[in-house]
């Protein structure tokens, strides 16, 4: 595979990668859209809890109520912090690690999958199950709300 360097001539992939430079407008403007899009994200996570819960509560009671908001918790919590720590990156000087990309998830999914437990260790019997998983799946879910806005960038 062949690219251009920076000087415009054709160099093969054994010739070395070339970096691309952007202006302090470019990386202005990529960070803002990064942020904006972590917050819709995060955002429309909390819409699908939200929905969630209310719709459980309002079918089958205040158990599953919690229990929908105690599965979207569980995602919620974990991904929003996720979210926090990338948003604070973009803002950090320097080159950023992807390292620390594949650490927050790790993060995320050890944490989310321990929050379940512990809803359903302290919940015991009280726990509706299928309302939890749908609280869960929706907040895991919450892009579809920004698909069907058409602001998913």
Known sequence: MTGLSKDGSEGGAEGGSTRVVLSAEQHAALRAKTSRGLA??????????????????GVAGTAAGISALAGAGAYLVPNSLFALRLLLDTHRPGRTNPFTFFLGE???LIATVLLLWLAVRLGGDRIVW???????ICTLKGYVLLLMSGKLS
Do not use: E, S, Y
């Not at 299928?130 to 869960?136: D, H, N, R, T, V």
């Open 40 to 57: 819709r994200a995060v955002v429309a996570q909390c819409v699908m809890a939200v929905l969630a819960t209310v719709i459980a509560w």
């Open 130 to 136: 299928p309302a939890m998983l749908i609280g869960l």
């Open 106 to 108: 790790a993060f995320k």
